[in-house]
């Protein structure tokens, strides 16, 4: 069995192709290339994600400020019409954080792709 086994490595180890360094040297400048077409976007995407969250956090602080204001003028208008805003914007948030989540997880999947390929051209 274990001279099976050394064949199998032998005949893998004889059909792994050597490069020099030039051609590895462009194989990597290909791999960082094309990472920075696939991961830039994502960043991009997370970074935009990232900015709405906080804008929607602050006006939610906001409408709370409001509503606060509100209970305290006896603003019965806004205190029928706040709680709804509220609603809205946590619904906002709740959305942009699972969209984030996604981004982020597939920006770190697709960062680990690469590591691994650039490992493999490195060893």
């Avoid at 929607?56 to 602080?61: N, S, W, Y």
Wanted: charged share 40%; proline share 2%.
């Amino acid at each position: 069995w274990e001279d099976e086994g050394e064949s199998i490595k032998s005949k893998n180890a004889r059909k792994q192709k050597i490069y020099t360094r030039e051609e590895l040297k462009k194989m990597r400048a290909s791999l960082i290339q094309e990472k920075s077409k696939v991961i830039k976007p994502l960043e991009d995407k997370i970074s935009v994600i990232e900015e709405t969250i906080e804008l929607k956090e602050k006006a939610l602080g906001l409408n709370t400020e409001k509503l606060i204001q509100a209970s305290m003028d006896k603003d019965i208008n806004f205190l029928a019409e706040g709680p709804k805003i509220d609603k809205e914007l946590k619904n906002e948030l709740e959305k942009l954080y699972s969209e984030l989540s996604s981004a982020t997880e597939e920006f770190e999947n697709k960062n680990e792709f690469y590591r691994i390929k650039m490992m493999e051209l490195d060893s």
